[in-house]
Structures are given as C-alpha cells and as structure tokens.
C-alpha cells in the first residue's frame, strides 16, 4: 500500500542508568515499502511434511520440546503473520541454512566440504553435542523449510546475508521485523540474521512470541534460553513486539478498527 506505515506498538531494554534499568515503550512508524518480514530458520523436522525426531541426534530444535513449540508457533504465528503481512503488500522474506543446500540445488551455496574441512577437535565436538555423522544420517540430513511458512509466488529464500542485503536495497528496505529459529542462536547470530543485518544499517525488531530458544527439558519450561536471548534483542540490537501488536499495525493500515 503506496505511502501506508505502520504505527507499531514496540518495546526496547533501557540500560541506563545501570542502577534503574527497565523497558521503554515506544511506537514505530514503520513504511510499508520499507519493511519486511524475515522468517529465519523455518526447519520441518517434527513437523507433518519433514523427517521424523529421532532420539539418537540433537539437531534442529535439539530437544522435543522446543521441536514440538516451534512447529506450534510456524502454524499458529509465524505463517499467520506472513499472511498478514502479504495482505498489504508487505515483503516477506525466509532465511535459510545452507546445510539444506542440496534440497534446494537452484540457490547459490557456499558451504565448504571435503576431507580436512572441519579440525578433528571441531569433529569430536560436533558429533559429541549432535551425534556422530549427524549431517549425512540425522533427521537434518532430509530437512526442508516447513512447507506452512514456505515461500508464495516470487518471494525470496536466501542462505546469505550479502544475498539478503542486495535484495533488500534493491527494494528500499530498512527495517526487518524477524521470527523464527532458533531465539538463542540463529535469529541472533547466523547468516541474515539480526547481528549481521544490524551491522549492515538495517533497524531489526523481533516478534517475541514467534520464536523459541533451543531450550533442554530442564530449561524449557521456564524459557531461559528463549528469555535471555529476547533480552539481549531488546537490549542490543533492536526492539521487540509481540504478533498481536503486529497484527493490530496491519489492520490500522487496512482501515480496519482498533
């Protein structure tokens, strides 16, 4: 919707001083044409269309209770949101892992392979927190993104961010409003995700409650992993909102009443 912004209720973690920090409350006036929604790391081991969990392997969402959340979250807010979003021509885009490059022969990979890649030390440890040949015999071996948040018509699905950034520009994007995988670790630090796109000048939000940590039958149900990697979003790299606060936003721009 030409010249429409979304006036988006958000928040930020205000650490200063040190000895009364707390949460601020603000509202972002955010252009449609200038935004996008990323959905980082959509994986469907767990879900209906992908591979089965298997117990002998900690990869994906690691453990199944966060496999089983994250497949609740893509079809019940991640995909309604993306839908939200094409409502009113807002783009969406999907990041994605090249470690699924040979599902998807068509999109540029740069993943090394070969003997020698990876220090024996690296090995060991990878296979001591994953499974030993977790890449060629794991449930990560035959993962796709999770066809309910799959790409629709020419949307982008991208392993890099230089990639992202070049589609982004092109389009006159600043800022990126994330979901998806994993809160602790990818949607922070992987290839498109916040930390890389931060620093490449992009104003980063992330939708709280459309994305869990990799959180381990002791940390799950309190969500530590997934409540500290929030706080540090909300603290150094951007601000948060929740999808209700999203949707409100679209429904503004459609004439809709709040």
């Not at 309604?80 to 599902?103: F, K, N, T, Y």
């Not at 020698?116 to 994953?130: C, F, I, K, T």
């Not at 982004?168 to 992987?190: H, K, N, P, Q």
Request: aromatic share 8%.
């Amino acid at each position: 919707m030409t010249g429409a912004a979304l006036q988006l209720e958000a928040r930020y973690y205000r650490p200063l001083p040190i000895d009364r920090p707390g949460y601020e409350e603000v509202t972002l006036s955010l252009p449609v044409e200038r935004t996008a929604l990323v959905g980082m790391h959509c994986w469907n081991i767990g879900c209906p269309d992908g591979p089965a969990v298997d117990a002998d392997y900690c990869v994906g969402m690691g453990w199944p209770q966060s496999t089983e959340e994250a497949g609740r979250i893509m079809a019940e807010v991640i995909r309604p949101a993306m839908d939200e979003a094409r409502s009113i021509g807002l783009a969406v885009c999907h990041v994605e892992s090249d470690w699924m490059d040979h599902q998807y022969p068509h999109i540029e990979s740069r993943r090394p392979g070969g003997p020698g890649s990876v220090h024996p030390h690296q090995q060991e440890m990878l296979e001591r927190a994953h499974g030993v040949d977790y890449m060629e015999r794991s449930p990560l071996a035959q993962m796709r993104r999770a066809e309910v948040v799959s790409p629709v018509g020419d949307e982008p699905l991208v392993f890099y961010t230089d990639v992202l950034d070049e589609y982004l520009r092109s389009r006159g994007v600043e800022t990126l409003i994330y979901m998806g995988f994993a809160a602790d670790m990818c949607l922070l630090g992987a290839e498109g995700g916040a930390r890389a796109m931060l620093a490449r000048g992009y104003r980063c939000v992330v939708m709280r409650d459309a994305t869990v940590g990799v959180e381990t039958p002791e940390s799950f149900p309190r969500r530590l992993a997934t409540s500290y990697a929030l706080h540090i979003f909300e603290w150094t790299l951007g601000h948060g909102c929740t999808f209700a606060q999203f949707r409100q936003a679209v429904g503004q721009v459609r004439g809709e009443p709040s």
